[in-house]
């Protein structure tokens, strides 16, 4: 009864809340994006000729119904660097763009786009636009540097989803539930397991001794990073009241909260205060334990040989020692001896860094970061005013109530993390395709249908195009939740093609281009800027993933001694070989510092804070990124083995220059530009081709997806 009451009075101080505002519950429910999807159809358009896909009738009617006309197509080479990028996240080869120039056939494009599409570059590239939702990183929290030993499991599981196709409702119920859901092989069970973490990887502050208020922040963080990635609601705003400007009751934010008080996410360690992230023992093959086995015979055999050296080692110093305190010894003597007893102090010391190091990572069975139901799963009672010592009533869990009025089916004694996964990936359910499909649109477009793409509530922007959005949602699900589908029925479609080039009438009557007169031109993000320098400079290493974080060297690990009260960190000072020519998604990702080495460039060019969850990053554009492309020792780098890779491959000159455009800007020369880099080579001295490459690579065409 009095969780009855504590549930009207709620309700009724959100009606209150509501009409506060100027808005009624029922109002609220009619928002379009609580709605059920449509099933809107292609309408009819005055120029029949320029749709080439059904998505272009959508955009091309509106434009007519406000007297506009689209811009004309891009260039065959300004589309293919287009599209390159936008799958891949590299440029087009030379090769490339001279098999495409040469295919004349109505199939060419289609041809390009099945290629990116069924390359790993494309599970890569998307991948990271899904780690920005995830606030991923390559580090536990914030505090003392504490390396996630095992993030990049998950980072893998996302790019072999993506590159396979992995149907995106099926994307949603493994990371939400993925310990719940039922396999049919070994391979399976372990993916399921990795894909829960991403629950987990966020910055969980794991120095925070009041254990209460760090499981309620973490259930908080869950709570948010689902509802912000798969619904585009902000449901977190309910934590400690009715929310603000959404029908999202206090009550529904509970429901929702104790699917995730029912789960188990972090442990408090033995070292102070520490607390850490569960790690669940992966499942295993046949070949896989074989494969262990003799890694672990080999790992015990290597240990065995430094502690036996380092007793030898030892004996010989207590010798060496004694001998030092003898009387009348040789000068020459005792210096040889000294001598000896210091190199055998130094070894000593390695071999115990090196030993205490292997005994640490030896190899055993696989781990990943991921969660598990709690011993005894219940509903969370609500934390008034945030406070976890300051209850009130258990809140039912339960689902978004302006959403649907279904009620969770949990299996009894679990989360009922499952059932959350069930209707969060349920067609029925209006938000998860239309969030989806619209972030997709924003990755190709520059601009989501729907530009708030993290929040799709009440104050939220109204879609540009609500029919399309639905239309495209429809046939995301129709055709099994397929990403690769739907981004190839886009890319191939008129609207894509189309140039960015100005048009003064329609910019009058739309200067936003919220109506998709033309394409938007974006700057390229930090990945694709470092990842295509690599590329251009014929430097670029291909990775199949694996641990980012370089841990294998000592002296990039601190506090791994089991009698230190702080948890293991880490300072990166040394690198793997090669690892600085890998893609920047295979680097490590920190929280507390800049980003080190290698990537140093996300640093400057507006990556994803790791903090947060973002669907969208800023787009500055301020005096230190000039200033980092203009004196980066690692821009001259890439421009000075791009100089010398263009001028091996061609030995004319004016071929060598119509290569290096090729390969940087993905277009041929010009004539005036022929004649202006000719002249600058024939005065710049013999830095000439290092600093025209330089130039090119901080030129804005390079820096630019028009």
Request: proline residues 6%; positive net charge; charged residues 25%.
């Amino acid at each position: 009864m009095r969780g009855k009451l504590l549930s009207v009075k709620i309700c009724a101080q959100f009606v209150a809340a509501l009409a506060a505002f100027g808005l009624s519950l029922s109002a609220a429910e009619t928002h379009w994006a609580f709605k059920p999807i449509t099933h809107p159809k292609p309408p009819m358009v005055k120029d029949s000729v320029w749709p080439i896909a059904d998505l272009d009738r959508f955009i091309l009617h509106q434009l007519e119904a406000k007297g506009l006309r689209p811009v004309g197509e891009a260039d065959r080479f300004t589309w293919l660097r287009r599209v390159t990028f936008d799958l891949a996240g590299l440029p087009p080869s030379v090769a490339e763009i001279r098999a495409f120039e040469k295919d004349t056939t109505p199939e060419a494009q289609a041809k390009v786009v099945d290629r990116l599409l069924g390359s790993r570059a494309f599970g890569e590239r998307w991948t990271r636009h899904w780690l920005d939702l995830v606030g991923y990183a390559d580090q536990i929290g914030t505090s003392n540097n504490v390396f996630a030993e095992h993030a990049w499991r998950y980072r893998d599981y996302v790019i072999n989803a993506i590159h396979r196709d992995k149907p995106f409702d099926r994307f949603v119920r493994e990371q939400i539930a993925g310990d719940h859901l039922p396999y049919q092989s070994t391979e399976e069970r372990a993916a399921h397991l990795v894909a829960t973490g991403f629950l987990v990887l966020g910055d969980i502050e794991i120095v925070e001794a009041d254990k209460e208020k760090l499981l309620v922040d973490i259930v908080d963080q869950q709570v948010r990073k689902v509802s912000k990635a798969f619904l585009g609601m902000s449901v977190g705003c309910a934590r400690c009241h009715d929310h603000k400007f959404d029908p999202i009751p206090q009550s529904d934010y509970y429901a929702m909260a104790g699917f995730f008080h029912g789960t188990s996410t972090v442990y408090k360690t033995n070292r102070g205060v520490w607390s850490s992230v569960n790690e669940v023992e992966l499942p295993e093959t046949a070949a896989q334990k074989a494969t262990r086995a003799k890694r672990e015979i080999a790992h015990a055999d290597k240990l065995a040989q430094w502690k036996t050296e380092r007793d030898t080692s030892r004996k010989r110093k207590a010798e060496l020692e004694t001998e030092l305190k003898q009387k009348d010894l040789p000068k020459e003597k005792r210096d040889k001896l000294t001598k000896e007893r210091d190199a055998k102090n130094s070894r000593i010391d390695q071999l115990d860094k090196l030993i205490m190091h292997g005994e640490f990572f030896a190899p055993g069975i696989p781990r990943t970061y991921g969660v598990k139901d709690t011993a005894q799963p219940a509903d969370m009672r609500v934390t008034l005013r945030g406070n976890p010592r300051t209850l009130g009533d258990a809140v039912p869990r339960g689902f978004l109530r302006v959403v649907t009025q279904a009620k969770p089916d949990i299996t009894p004694g679990q989360s009922g993390r499952r059932a959350l996964a069930d209707w969060v990936a349920h067609r029925d359910n209006p938000l998860t395709a239309r969030v989806a499909v619209n972030r997709i649109w924003q990755r190709l477009f520059g601009e989501g249908l729907v530009r708030s793409v993290d929040y799709f509530g009440l104050p939220g922007e109204r879609p540009s195009h609500p029919a399309l959005l639905d239309f495209l949602a429809r046939q995301f699900m129709r055709e099994g939740w397929s990403r690769k589908k739907l981004i190839r029925a886009i890319v191939l479609s008129r609207a894509y093609r189309m140039a960015g080039t100005h048009n003064a009438r329609a910019h009058a009557a739309d200067p936003s281009n919220r109506l998709l007169w033309r394409m938007n031109r974006v700057r390229l993000d930090a990945e694709a800027l470092r990842d295509g320098m690599l590329f251009a400079s014929g430097k670029l290493k291909l990775s199949s993933g694996g641990p980012a974080m370089p841990l294998e060297f000592p002296e990039n690990v601190n506090n791994i001694d089991p009698k230190n009260v702080n948890p293991p960190s880490f300072s990166l000072r040394k690198w793997r070989p090669g690892q600085e020519f890998e893609r920047t998604i295979y680097l490590p990702v920190l929280r507390s510092v800049a980003q080190p080495g290698p990537a140093a460039l996300r640093n400057v060019f507006d990556f994803a804070q790791p903090s947060e969850f973002s669907g969208r990053r800023a787009t500055t554009a301020v005096p230190t990124q000039a200033l980092f492309l203009m004196n980066s020792p690692l821009v001259k780098k890439h421009a000075a083995a791009l100089a010398a890779r263009v001028r091996k491959m061609e030995k004319d000159e004016t071929k060598q220059l119509n290569h290096l455009w090729l390969t940087v800007l993905n277009r041929p020369i010009t004539a005036d530009e022929q004649s202006d880099a000719q002249q600058f080579l024939k005065t710049a001295g013999k830095n000439g081709w290092t600093d025209l490459c330089h130039a090119m690579l901080a030129s804005n065409e390079f820096l630019m997806r028009l």
